[in-house]
């Protein structure tokens, strides 16, 4: 079995940054595709930012210029740094990952719980 588990949000002002980490954790041989989606509520649940094994990465355009996307093949890792934050962006931010068990057959997608990350004053 897989968990992807979420970390590095909370509260932040305006124009403020938060770096988020998903870190997947289980017999992995490799993990493919990484993406990082958020959800509030009511709403659907909208890619941010999804980034290759090569680190070809991918941002929805709400976010382009101030978010980016990276990842520790090592570690089983993606990370999403997030600056000049906007109230816009408070949502449940989760952590989506394609992963290759080890003795798998297939790649097998996997959420995170999701981390929380409000932007106010």
């Known amino acids: 079995q897989v968990q992807l588990v979420e970390s590095g949000g909370g509260l932040v002002q305006p124009g403020g940054s938060l770096k988020l980490s998903c870190v997947a954790s289980?017999?992995?041989?490799?993990?493919?595709?990484m993406t990082w989606y958020r959800q509030t509520p009511g709403k659907q649940r909208d890619m941010v930012a999804t980034?290759?094994?090569?680190?070809?990465?991918n941002y929805a355009d709400s976010v382009k210029g101030r978010f980016t996307i990276s990842r520790d093949n090592d570690k089983n890792a993606v990370y999403l740094q997030m600056n000049s934050l906007k109230p816009e962006d408070t949502a449940v931010y989760y952590c989506?990952?394609?992963?290759?068990?080890?003795?798998?057959?297939?790649?097998?997608?996997?959420w995170g719980q999701g981390t929380q990350v409000t932007v106010s004053a």
């Open positions: 289980g017999r992995i041989f490799s993990s493919n595709v």
């Open positions: 980034i290759q094994f090569d680190g070809a990465a």
């Open positions: 989506h990952g394609e992963i290759w068990l080890v003795g798998g057959s297939s790649w097998q997608e996997y």
